[in-house]
C-alpha cells in the first residue's frame, strides 16, 4: 500500500493512540488489583483507528470531565446528559458510535483520554463508587449513549438508529464496536437479518474476533465460525482484516457496500502487547493477579511501555 506523508502522519498518530489506551489500561489494573486488560490487548488498534482515521464525529472544544453517576433517566431528571457528548454533539451530518460489549469501557475511556476528549485525570475516577466512569459502562458512561444490557443487544439498537438516521435524511453514518462472542446470540442474528433487509448500508460494525470470552475459547463455548460466510448469508458485506493494522482496519471502512450492512472482522491477539498473559490461556477474561509476584510481573511491563 503507498503511503503520502499524510498518510503516515495518521498511521503514527494510531499506533501512538493504540500504545496509550494499552498503557493506561495495564495502569488502572494495577491500581485495583486486577481488571480487564485482554480487551485492550486485542482491541487497542480498533478503537484508535475509528477515532483517528475511520470516525466523522464533531469536535469537542476541550477535554470533557466526567461528572457524578447523573441518576437514572425520568420525568423527576430532565437534564440527566449521557456520555454521548465525550463523542461531539449529535447533528445530523456527524456519526454516531455504540459500544456493545460493555466490559470494554475502560478500553474506550483510554482511547477518550488518548484522542482529547476526555481529561486524563478522568480515568482516576474508573470504578469508583458514585462515579460515571464505571467498570461496566452504562448510558451515562464516557462514550457511550445507551445500555447494551446482556451481551447482543448493543447491534439491536444501533440498527434502530441507523434506520431513523436514513428515514430522516442525516448524512451521519452509525459505528458499532462489538466482540465475536455476541454473535452466538440469536437476537444479533435477527438484527443481521434485518439490518440487510432495510438496506442498512449507513451501518458499521467492526468486531474483535480474539476467538476467547469469559468460559475460554469461544470455538469450545459456541462456535461462531466461519463468521464472514455466515454474514453474508444473511446479506451483510463481510471482510476480514488485521486488527493490528492501522491501515487494512481504516480501509475496510471505505469497502464498497452495496446497500447492504458492514462488518469488519478484525482478527485480533487477546495477549498483544502483554505477553504475561499468554500463561493464563485459555481464560484471558478478566485478569486478578494471583499474588504479589504476578503482581510485580505486570508493573515491570507497564514500566516497559512508559
Same mark, same amino acid.
Given at each position: ?70 441518576? %437514572? ?45 476526555? %481529561? ?7 470504578? %469508583? ?178
Amino acid at each position: 500500500m503507498f503511503m503520502t506523508a499524510s498518510s503516515h502522519s495518521w498511521l503514527e498518530k494510531v499506533q501512538c493512540v493504540a500504545s496509550g489506551i494499552r498503557r493506561r489500561v495495564l495502569e488502572r489494573v494495577l491500581a485495583n488489583q486486577g481488571g480487564y486488560l485482554s480487551q485492550a490487548c486485542s482491541s487497542a488498534e480498533i478503537f484508535a483507528t475509528l477515532y483517528v482515521r475511520v470516525m466523522n464525529l464533531a469536535a469537542v472544544d476541550a477535554p470533557l470531565v466526567p461528572g457524578p453517576f447523573p441518576g %437514572v433517566p425520568g420525568p423527576a431528571n430532565p437534564g440527566r446528559l449521557t456520555g454521548q457528548r465525550f463523542n461531539g454533539r449529535g447533528d445530523a451530518e456527524h456519526d454516531r458510535f455504540i459500544m456493545s460489549p460493555s466490559q470494554y469501557a475502560l478500553v474506550l475511556y483510554a482511547a477518550l483520554v488518548e484522542v482529547d476528549r476526555m %481529561v486524563p485525570e478522568g480515568l482516576a475516577q474508573f470504578n %469508583v463508587d458514585g462515579s460515571s466512569v464505571e467498570m461496566i459502562g452504562a448510558d451515562h458512561s464516557p462514550g457511550l449513549e445507551l445500555m447494551s444490557g446482556s451481551l447482543g443487544q448493543g447491534l439491536s439498537q444501533a440498527a434502530g438508529i441507523a434506520l431513523g438516521r436514513r428515514r430522516h435524511g442525516e448524512a451521519g453514518r452509525v459505528w458499532v464496536f462489538m466482540s465475536d462472542g455476541e454473535f452466538q446470540s440469536g437476537q444479533t442474528w435477527e438484527t443481521v437479518q434485518t439490518a440487510s433487509h432495510m438496506g442498512l448500508d449507513n451501518l458499521g460494525v467492526y468486531v474483535d474476533v480474539n476467538g476467547h470470552q469469559c468460559d475460554g475459547c469461544t470455538r469450545d463455548v459456541m462456535n461462531v465460525e466461519p463468521l464472514d460466510a455466515r454474514l453474508k448469508a444473511f446479506g451483510a458485506t463481510a471482510f476480514r482484516v488485521d486488527g493490528h493494522d492501522p491501515g487494512k482496519l481504516a480501509a475496510a471502512a471505505r469497502r464498497p457496500r452495496r446497500g447492504r450492512p458492514l462488518f469488519v472482522l478484525c482478527q485480533t491477539d487477546t495477549c498483544r502487547g502483554a505477553e504475561p498473559l499468554r500463561a493464563r490461556a485459555p481464560k484471558f477474561h478478566y485478569l486478578r493477579f494471583r499474588d504479589e509476584g504476578e503482581r510485580q510481573q505486570y508493573a515491570a511491563l507497564l514500566e516497559r511501555m512508559r
